[in-house]
């Protein structure tokens, strides 16, 4: 069965740092990939997704980067953390094609404070 | 108009009640449907798929009506685990993602 991994759980960290959080997929070949992030009382924002190795399409411009440098492995970095990055981060898959109409399914999430 | 707006709520009813929240999307275009449920600072978990003819799973029932760009669901004797908050989800205009609603909360109480 498939399986998503997100790390870590939760992460403080001061502005001005760095930021990377990984997602990887087992079970399955090729997934889209997705980046979402939920600020505190608000809905879920999509920030990147990716069809494919090395393909990343952002959805909003901001102070993050995606990559895919692997079929089932998805990043999130930063170079420089604002406060406004603050937030839940989930990151999610589905199947292409036909499949995406069964949904995605998300990782745990990495609930981050930036301070 | 936002792309997927919902009452944001909060529904507050008693166990064994009925309850039925709605949603309406703005992109004709959306081809798929779904409501997820999400818990306190969990993850979304798919809870049904929404299609025109409606479905049923169990005490739930989705409907959605594409000429009006309306989505609902339909909980039946609400129990004290349905508490939660209801997210609707279509898909953008390219197809390539889900858009998310706000969610709209449920609070079941004894």
Redesign the interface.
Known sequence: SQTIHQWPATLVQPVGSPLSLECTVEGTSNPNLYWYRQAAGRGLQLLFYSVGIGQISSEVPQNLSASRPQDRQFILSSKKLLLSDSGFYLCAWTGSGAERRYGYTFGSGTRLTVV | RKEVEQDPGPFNVPEGATVAFNCTYSNSAS??F?W?RQDC??????LM?VYSSGNEDGRFTAQLNRASQYISLLIRDSKLSDSATY?C?V??QA?????????TTLSVSS
């Open positions: 081809q798929s779904f997820y600072r969990k993850e979304p978990k798919l798929s997210l989800v898909t953008n197809g390539t993602a889900l858009i998310f609603g706000k969610g």
